[in-house]
């Protein structure tokens, strides 16, 4: 299986803020690669997929780059809806994983 | 509006069955795949099982105790889930896949307990 393993964990920013999330993956995926974003107690929301497009709706304060193993979700100008845990997520083969998450907080 | 509504989940015993139902609406139901995920209270997400045109693909967790099916004329997909076990007790999220655009939608998830 392939593991997907983000860092950081978990991460304090302040409002207007400009943050970056990684990802890696245990052997070579391409592009095929999504992010997701999920508030407490609801469902996950899907922001991009293929490493870098934008879901229809999705606001261009969120961009995701990178190819092969390494990959990145970068969030500007924080503001109040943003803090939340986000997840990225392999579909190159079965099983599809995800990362272990990384919670979004305010400081 | 492309909708997901899933419904079926509960308490459950240890080695109990239970069937999840998510109804699909908004598009054109063959026109794709829906895929089960879950969560445990508190836990990340993990991926369950998919029902492509090729055939079934389950997580080793839970390949041969669970099923998915669909029927295609009530534009509905199953989760059949025997030998249900503790650790499966989970929110269950059904989400519209395509192999271009991953998952786009999902349901707003039902909740499994497993206990005794």
């Known amino acids: 299986d392939i593991q997907m393993t983000q860092s950081p964990s978990s991460l304090s920013a302040s409002v207007g803020d400009r943050v970056t999330i990684t990802c890696r993956a245990s052997?070579?995926?391409?592009?095929?690669l999504a992010w997701f974003q999920q508030q407490p107690g609801k469902a996950p929301r899907s922001l991009i997929y293929a490493a870098s497009h934008l879901h229809s709706g999705v606001t261009s304060k969120f961009s995701g780059s990178g190819s092969g193993t390494d990959f990145t979700l970068t969030i500007s100008s924080l503001q109040p809806e943003d803090f939340a845990t986000y997840y990225c997520q392999q579909y190159y083969n079965y099983p599809y994983t995800f990362g272990q998450g990384t919670k979004l907080q305010i400081k | 509006e492309v909708q997901l509504v899933e419904s079926g989940g509960g308490l459950v015993q240890p080695g109990g069955s239970l069937r999840l139902s998510c109804v699909a609406s908004?598009?054109?139901?063959?026109?794709?795949?829906i895929n089960w995920v879950r969560q445990a209270p508190g836990k990340g997400l993990e991926w369950v099982s998919a029902l492509p045109a090729s055939g079934p693909n389950y997580a080793d967790s839970v390949r041969g105790r669970f099923t998915t099916s669909r029927d295609n004329s009530r534009n509905t997909l199953y989760l059949q889930m025997d030998s249900l076990r503790v650790e499966d007790t989970a929110f269950y999220y059904c989400?519209?896949?395509?192999?271009?655009?991953?998952?786009?939608?999902w349901g707003q998830g039902a909740l499994v307990t497993v206990s005794s």
């Open positions: 052997q070579d995926i391409g592009n095929y």
């Open positions: 989400a519209r896949h395509n192999y271009e655009y991953n998952f786009d939608y």
């Open positions: 908004g598009y054109t139901f063959t026109d794709y795949a």
